[in-house]
């Protein structure tokens, strides 16, 4: 069984970084391409991040390239996105999410078969 935990959102202020962090299991790692969706109240769900763990290519939304970076411990089954220079309309709750395939389609979210419970990530002005 697919299982993904995500860790790390909370409140920061305008240009602060956050770290999330998730912790994959159920599924061999290095097989699936992993990234983070996001969901802000009132607006569509968003595709973030994805990351091919074994190739380690790794694509971006246009919005968040430049500051949003992901990485994966494939020794460690995790899976990390370093969010830097936050806006507040980055402002949602941020999911880690798997694809049944090894390679990444962009950053789009509906690629995604499965994610976890989400994290709240508030950013202020």
């Known amino acids: 069984e697919v299982r993904l935990v995500e860790s790390g959102g909370g409140l920061v202020q305008a240009g602060g970084s956050l770290r999330l962090s998730c912790a994959a299991s159920?599924?061999?790692?290095?097989?699936?391409?992993i990234g983070w969706i996001r969901q802000a109240p009132g607006k569509e769900r968003e595709g973030v991040s994805c990351?091919?763990?074994?190739?380690?290519?790794?694509y971006y939304t246009d919005s968040v390239k430049g500051r949003f970076t992901i990485s994966s411990d494939n020794a460690k089954k995790m899976v990390y996105l370093q969010m830097d220079s936050l806006k507040p309309e980055d402002t949602a709750v941020y999911y880690c999410?798997?694809?049944?395939?090894?390679?990444?389609?962009?950053?789009?979210?509906?690629?995604?078969?499965?994610w976890g419970q989400g994290t709240q990530v508030t950013v202020s002005s």
């Open positions: 159920g599924f061999t790692f290095d097989d699936y391409a």
């Open positions: 990351i091919s763990t074994s190739e380690r290519n790794t």
């Open positions: 999410a798997v694809r049944a395939y090894h390679y990444c389609l962009g950053a789009s979210h509906s690629q995604f078969g499965s």
